[in-house]
């Protein structure tokens, strides 16, 4: 008993918090940590090898926590780091522990969300630039075409409260006219950045009506739930107390002003210098 731990609920910054809320809502019962990187955020932009070293450093936090599940709820972290980290690293570190990622659960599906096998993908440079999800769709859905847009402006302005402002605007209709235009077959836009729901009251008035939007939280969130489901000897080592403990490298007071907007109620962190 005294060997349980946490599910660790990692992002580069505040976007997580809308997956952890959706997981938090199918599996209250579970403790969680959730750690924040803003002091290094955005990871968008940064290389491979960065995103790397970043990621599997704070991975390594959440195991000296005594966490037997990481789950990377950024598309960038997951795109640049996941595979490295599960296939190279977790064997020397404790082949015990498992991470797990965001876009795989959304592959697997996607392909029965959309009527017409055109899909879009809206993300950040890292996460398109990747082309993590186009692989991987691939090995799911063969028949299925897939087309990318990245959205760079769309996080600082989700970061810096702007998305509700009518300054947002310009930045949302350019990325769904590009995405658009380059397919009138496509009937699925998938936000393949945990920001990004806070902008889908934006997104929907430009996208089409009979375009499906789908975000990722709910979907991350059963897939966790089949996992622990199908994989009893994780589950059995994690706590069930419904704690929830908020972690930022950066400000604790700055991530506490912003993250009730993605978490959706008032949380207190705390301070980690890594």
């Known amino acids: 008993m005294a060997n349980k731990g946490a599910i660790g609920v990692f992002d580069s910054g505040y976007g997580g918090l809308t997956v952890l809320k959706e997981i938090v809502n199918m599996l209250p019962a579970y403790d ?25 450093e704070c991975v390594k936090w ?21 595979r490295t ?16 990622g965001v876009i795989r659960p959304t592959t697997e599906i996607i392909g029965n969300i959309t009527t017409t096998k055109h899909i879009g993908i809206l993300g950040t440079a890292g996460t398109i630039q990747s082309n993590s999800y ?43 006219d590009n995405i658009m235009d380059q397919s009138p077959q ?3 836009l998938l936000l393949a950045c945990t920001h990004y729901p806070l902008l889908i009251d934006k997104i929907r008035h430009f996208v089409p009506s009979n ?15 089949n996992y622990l489901e199908r994989h009893p000897e994780i589950d059995q ?6 704690q929830i403990g908020f972690f930022t490298t950066d400000s604790a007071e700055d991530f506490d ?6 978490f959706g109620k008032p949380i207190k962190s705390t301070h980690l210098a890594l």
């Open 32 to 56: 969680y940590l959730y750690l924040g990187d803003n002091a290094r955020a955005p990871y968008g932009p940064r290389s491979f090898a960065t995103v790397y070293e970043y990621t599997l």
């Open 62 to 82: 959440f195991f000296d926590q005594g966490c037997p599940l990481v789950i990377l709820a950024c598309n960038t972290a997951s795109a640049k780091a996941l």
């Open 85 to 100: 980290i599960q296939q190279n690293d977790l064997e020397k570190i404790d082949p015990t522990k498992r991470v797990l």
């Open 134 to 176: 186009p692989i991987e769709i691939e090995k799911f859905y063969p028949d299925v075409k897939v087309y990318q847009e990245a959205c760079p402006m769309w996080v600082p302005l989700v970061e810096n409260n702007e998305h509700n402002m009518h300054g947002a605007d310009y930045f949302v209709k350019r990325h769904i």
């Open 186 to 188: 496509i009937d699925t």
């Open 211 to 225: 375009i499906q939007i789908v975000s990722q939280g709910q979907i991350v969130a059963k897939s966790l739930a």
């Open 237 to 242: 080592n994690l706590s069930k107390n419904g």
């Open 257 to 262: 002003d912003h993250a009730s907007i993605f």
